[in-house]
């Protein structure tokens, strides 16, 4: 089991803080660096720095060297699939061939309306993203395509360089439902990889079930089907007592969240500690052994409250010391 390290740039991090939180990624040896693909957070919260996911990835391929930089689930909505295609197929040369692909149908509503993007139904959102790899892989694989669909279209597009990885970058669908027959169908025709977002190793083996139906039905080697799941973290401390002090310091701390007060830090906090992966390193060690021998990477999201930059990188070194080896 692979572990890769995510952020979530709508929450306020500044350009420096994701650098930063890179390069500690990379030297501790993680598996991969990824990001979220989102254009704000809560519209209901106060405003942050949230910047854009693949132009950050840019900006880190030539400030790293190892670490596979990626977009976990990026939204099929908010760039023309060509574009995407070139995108990435640029990025995976600009980084030898260290470039993850993730791509989702879209869900946030209030980023389509803010930015002007239709916000279509669901079926329509994932007959798009249907064409969208279907038009991303000709691209990265075939000579002049062209592909006239519903949604989207390419004629005869001129399109180098391809990418590095061959026969073409893996693409990776991300999914939060557990019963998606569309999603599920599509996945097992063109995906090489799922990331599921779940929170009990029972849903993810009841998705597993779901997922061995629907290779069936198109007649794909289901064994063939890679497997990455998103988990948070939160305050995870070396033993019982350093794990109360690190709460205490974290509710010491500034939130960029302003609309929650002092006095609803202490009840927002053990939230996500029921949520999130938080505890002690022996807590931590446990929750995530269950999918030691269920999945291919664990992504493991930074806290996203308090200071991020020294959080993230306290997060880091105790997953690098402490957990990750008996993991």
């Known amino acids: 089991m692979k572990i890769g390290i995510q952020i979530e740039p709508q929450m306020g991090y500044t350009y420096e803080d994701i650098v930063t939180l890179a390069k500690a990624s990379e030297n501790a040896g993680f598996y991969s660096f990824t990001v979220s693909d989102h254009f704000f957070g809560n519209p209901e919260s106060v405003e942050k720095h949230a910047h854009d996911a693949w132009t950050l990835l840019a900006l880190l391929t030539p400030q790293t060297e190892r670490i596979r930089l990626g977009v976990v689930v990026t939204c099929q909505s908010y760039r023309n699939p060509a574009q995407l295609a070139k995108i990435v197929a640029t990025l995976d040369n600009a980084s030898n061939g260290r470039i993850d692909f993730g791509i989702g149908a879209g869900w946030k509503r209030s980023e389509y309306e803010a930015y002007g993007y239709p916000f279509p139904s669901n079926k329509t959102r994932v007959l798009q993203l249907r064409e969208a790899i279907q038009i991303i892989n000709l691209l990265w694989t075939e000579t002049r395509p062209s592909f006239d669909g519903e949604y989207y279209r390419i004629k005869e597009t001129m399109f ?37 977002d779940t929170e009990t190793p029972e849903e993810l083996l009841e998705k597993k079930n779901r997922m061995r139906k629907a290779c069936d039905k198109v007649g794909r080697n289901f064994n063939d089907l890679k497997w990455s799941l998103y988990l948070c973290t939160s305050v995870i401390g070396k033993d019982a007592h350093d794990f109360e002090a690190k709460k205490k310091e974290l509710l010491k701390q500034h939130w960029l969240f302003e609309e929650i007060t002092d ?28 999918y030691r021998n269920e999945i291919d ?13 020294k959080n993230g990188l306290y997060t880091i070194k105790i997953l690098k010391d402490h957990i990750v080896p008996r993991t």
């Open 263 to 290: 006095k609803q830090k202490p009840n927002v906090l053990e939230v996500m500690l029921t949520k999130y992966v938080s505890g002690t390193v022996d807590s931590a060690v446990e929750d995530l052994s269950k």
């Open 160 to 196: 180098l360089p391809k990418p590095v990885q061959k026969p073409r970058i893996p693409i990776w669908i991300g999914t939060q439902k557990l019963k998606a027959p569309m999603m599920e169908e599509i996945i097992a025709r063109y995906a090489d990889g799922l990331n599921y």
């Open 297 to 309: 990477i664990l992504i493991l999201g930074l806290p996203m409250v308090g200071d991020l930059r």
